[in-house]
């Protein structure tokens, strides 16, 4: 969760959140937070809206695993922006044999609309993500 704004709206008071993480992260109806193996290249990731907050729109981040020996690497692979709370990742994204974790973040912006202005922002700005278990394409 992050918060990016000018500094006299924080003032002394203590903090609430203004955007809490997506809930109930499931891909291809299956629960997220379980280790285990897709059964597409182009599955179907699904979340609830957070419980605060009202968000304008979600990034899916396509993270990729992979190990160099005794180094584990991750590297975002892909991303996707919507304003549901569903999304398909697009084909040629995953790959035979990899390990891959979902991140879904919300985000609360005061910024154009991001089907028209998609790397325009502005304070403030809020987010907060999921991200789901290490899952295998076979």
């Given at each position: 969760v992050y918060a990016a704004d000018l500094i006299a709206p924080f003032g002394a008071a203590p903090q609430r959140p203004m955007l809490v993480p997506p809930g109930a992260l499931t891909v291809d109806g299956a629960d997220a937070r379980v280790e285990g193996l897709l059964n597409s290249s182009t599955p179907v990731l699904a979340w609830n809206a957070p419980a605060v907050g009202n968000p304008q729109h979600y990034t899916v981040v396509v993270h990729e695993f992979s190990v160099n020996?005794?180094?584990?690497?991750?590297?975002?692979?892909?991303?996707?922006?919507?304003?549901?709370?569903?999304?398909?990742?697009?084909?040629?994204?995953?790959?035979?044999?990899?390990?891959?974790?979902?991140?879904?973040?919300?985000?609360?912006?005061s910024r154009p609309d991001i089907g028209q202005h998609p790397y325009r922002t502005a304070f403030p700005e809020y987010g907060a993500g999921t991200l789901s278990a290490l899952l295998t394409l076979p």
């Open positions: 020996g005794s180094t584990t690497n991750v590297e975002p692979i892909g991303f996707v922006w919507t304003t549901k709370t569903s999304v398909r990742i697009p084909p040629f994204t995953l790959t035979s044999n990899r390990h891959y974790a979902f991140e879904v973040i919300a985000y609360n912006k």
